[in-house]
């Protein structure tokens, strides 16, 4: 049974910063690429970020490229997306996930989701 536990979160203004982070098990987090994706009321679940298990290349969408950031602590077994200059629309409920070895916009293994509001 593969465990996501995600934190952080919340509301903040325009321009504002939020930072999340999904736990997991140490085999799943060193062996696994992991990823966020968001869903806005209404609107299709999307991909947002990506990082491979082995050497931590990443890969974003192009609606948060130079805003957002990816990372993994390997100390902790936690995944980070590291979100600045956050705008209204990106509002939604952002999930962790394990992701499909054959392709990273796939998820697998899902976190319990996480509101993120940005008021304008």
């Known amino acids: 049974q593969v465990q996501l536990v995600q934190s952080g979160g919340g509301l903040v203004q325009a321009g504002g910063s939020l930072r999340l982070s999904c736990a997991t098990s140490k085999r799943t987090f060193s062996s696994r690429a992991m990823g966020w994706f968001r869903q806005a009321p209404g609107k299709k679940r999307e991909f947002v970020a990506a990082?491979?298990?082995?050497?931590?290349?990443?890969y974003y969408a192009d609606s948060v490229k130079g805003r957002f950031t990816i990372s993994r602590d390997n100390a902790k077994n936690a995944v980070g997306l590291q979100m600045n200059s956050l705008k209204p629309e990106d509002t939604a409920v952002y999930s962790c996930?394990?992701?499909?070895?054959?392709?990273?916009?796939?998820?697998?293994?899902w976190g319990q989701g996480t509101q993120v509001t940005v008021s304008s």
């Open positions: 990082i491979s298990d082995i050497g931590g290349k990443t």
């Open positions: 996930a394990v992701l499909a070895d054959s392709d990273y916009e796939v998820g697998e293994y």
